[in-house]
């Protein structure tokens, strides 16, 4: 803040005079003012002169300004927000990319195990070749042993009994070991196209969640119903969960079994978002619902599980629940937590 005004032309814009000592100029319009038109004492002054941090606004200005700093600090507070929601966009995009890198490992190491089945199957193929192949040798053995046997033998009728069980004994032989290795490599064909059907169903649901306990509209026509649903999943993406989610993020949304006029119980909605980003944004911000509106803190937002998955998650809350019954202390409980395929037991302390 300038303290004097030397060698210039500026007129005080109180008495509109351009001689006098003890200037003072605002910082925000340029305008000079005399100290003692201030009605500023020299104590005051020399104070303003001293303090090199000290900033001094005319009167006008300083009317403007006490308007903006609470919308600077307000711009300030948004600013903030927005930085940490870019940050957490970006760990967000990280972690995306990290299950992107998991997934395209798990592919490779499935290709590399259909090469392992691959080879498996074609040596048991090779081993039914070879077998086939001993057996016809065996087949010709047994023939010149029984020519010998008939040439020993002059009963025709004992000729005929000594071909049947030779022949007999050793076909049954090979054709036991040629099932089995055809039983093994079924087997294996099997498990391989459950492992298939297992992945390729994980694949399409990956970017689904399916949410319980939401009200259901009564009004007559589907394409209502069907708005109400995206509505009220909007406004709790936004509203309760705070993930700005759009419409266009939402690719299909439909309930889940056969509508009941006449049941007091919602039928779950099937949600199929645009990207796992989002369905990642959605799920890491479960934890405000505890204090979102009241219409949203009964609802239950869920992984979209395929029926393996679901089976193994019935089975682990099963048992989760057997191990709080037997915890006596009643210190802890006992929850399923993780994603779907990695689910495990986590143990929490009771809050008193």
């Not at 300038?2 to 005079?17: F, G, I, M, R």
């Not at 300004?65 to 600077?72: C, E, M, Q």
């Not at 760990?91 to 998991?102: A, G, P, R, T, V």
């Not at 069980?165 to 076909?171: L, N, S, Y």
């Amino acid at each position: 803040m300038p303290k004097k005004c030397v060698d210039t032309n500026e007129k005080c814009a109180l008495c509109s005079k351009a001689t006098g000592d003890s200037w003072l100029a605002c910082e925000i319009c340029g305008d000079w003012y005399h100290a003692k038109c201030l009605q500023l004492s020299d104590e005051a002054y020399k104070v303003l002169q001293d303090l090199d941090t000290c900033h001094w606004f005319c009167k006008t200005c300083n009317d403007k300004v006490g308007k903006i700093i609470p919308s600077l600090a307000g711009l300030q507070e948004r600013m903030t927000v927005t930085e940490k929601t870019v940050t957490k966009i970006e760990n967000d995009m990280e972690k995306s990319n990290d299950q992107i890198i998991k997934v395209k490992s798990d592919i490779v190491k499935l290709s590399g195990d259909l090469n392992t089945f691959k080879s498996e199957m074609d040596k048991h193929l090779q081993d039914s070749a070879n077998n086939l192949h001993d057996l016809k040798v065996m087949v010709g053995e047994c023939n010149q042993k029984i020519m010998n046997q008939i040439g020993k033998e002059k009963d025709a009728e004992s000729q005929k009994l000594v071909w049947s069980a030779v022949v007999k004994e050793q076909v049954e032989e090979s054709i036991e070991r040629v099932t089995g290795n055809v039983q093994q490599v079924k087997l294996s064909l099997q498990e391989t196209r459950a492992q298939l059907t297992e992945q390729r169903d994980k694949e399409s649901r990956r970017n689904n969640v399916v949410l319980y306990k939401v009200p259901e509209s009564v009004a007559l026509r589907a394409e209502d119903r069907n708005k109400a649903d995206m509505a009220f999943c909007l406004q709790l993406f936004n509203n309760g969960l705070q993930v700005g989610a759009a419409e266009e993020d939402m690719v299909n949304i439909f309930r889940l079994g056969k509508r009941d006029a006449d049941s007091d119980t919602p039928r779950p909605i099937m949600i199929q978002l645009a990207s796992y980003s989002v369905k990642n944004l959605i799920m890491q911000s479960l934890f405000k619902l505890k204090s979102a509106d009241q219409k949203f803190k009964g609802i239950i937002i869920a992984h979209d599980m395929t029926i393996s998955e679901r089976q193994e998650c019935k089975r682990l809350v099963e048992e989760a629940k057997e191990l709080s019954s037997q915890d006596t202390s009643g210190e802890f409980v006992y929850r399923v937590r993780g994603l779907p395929g990695e689910m495990k037991i986590t143990k929490f302390r009771v809050r008193n």
